[in-house]
């Protein structure tokens, strides 16, 4: 199921990571919504135990429904599709907090696949800020970070760090990033790990 048009955005809360995709989606391109930030608010406007801070596998398990959706939605697009996170991620999630993550998780990391590399929004204390959704201090942003990418590896993706630039720079980036990997031949997906 290796999709090479599928370009993931990740890293840690308050890197600038959605206001990128939303300056992508602005330029035309196709894009996903964070499962983290919907599954927060969604279960925040009902009264829901499905939040981080209540109970992170249930968190964790609305977050892979959210994401398999936007997988399989993403093949009814055209061109490249910029998804707002993706599977490892959640993966991520569950080892910084210490928790155990599912086989169907891991699963689900090997078969849904994205481009083989990954763009990584790196821990900028200059941009960082809490909000209602986002409650991680600076520094659990930065392990967010260390967790998301490493899981990205374990499941055979390479990160590529974005610049710490201004969302103009950034969106210059990317597209040279997609034209590079491209024109080099570069677009395959991530083999999976074993």
Same mark, same amino acid.
């Given at each position: ?8 955005? =990740?890293?840690?809360?308050?890197? +600038? ?30 009264? +829901?135990?499905?939040?981080?801070? =209540?109970?992170?596998?249930?968190? $964790? ?7 398999? *959706? ?9 061109? =490249? ?28 990391? *090997? ?18 800020? *809490?909000? $209602? ?7 659990? $942003?930065?392990?967010?970070?260390? $967790? ?7 499941? +055979? ?36 790990? =074993?």
């Amino acid at each position: 199921m290796g999709h090479d048009r599928y370009i993931v955005v =990740t890293g840690g809360p308050g890197a +600038g990571k959605s206001t990128l995709i939303d300056a992508l989606e602005a330029a035309g391109h196709a894009r996903s919504q964070e499962a983290g930030r919907g599954v927060i608010r969604d279960q925040a406007a009902l009264g +829901g135990r499905g939040l981080p801070w =209540t109970d992170p596998e249930l968190f $964790a398990e609305l977050m892979l429904g959210w994401e398999l *959706r936007s997988h399989h939605e993403a093949a009814g697009r055209p061109g =490249t599709v910029f998804f707002d996170r993706g599977v490892p991620d959640i993966v991520g999630y569950l080892r910084l907090e210490g928790r155990p993550v599912p086989g169907h998780l891991r699963e689900a990391a *090997r078969r849904f696949r994205y481009h083989r590399r990954v763009l990584a929004a790196p821990p900028w204390p200059e941009i960082y800020e *809490r909000d $209602a959704e986002r409650r991680q201090s600076y520094a659990e $942003a930065v392990r967010t970070y260390e $967790a998301v990418t490493a899981a990205y590896r374990e499941f +055979g993706y390479e990160p590529v760090e974005l610049p710490r630039a201004s969302v103009a720079e950034r969106v210059r980036f990317v597209g040279g990033f997609v034209r590079g990997a491209v024109a080099a031949g570069d677009n395959g997906p991530a083999h999976e790990a =074993t």
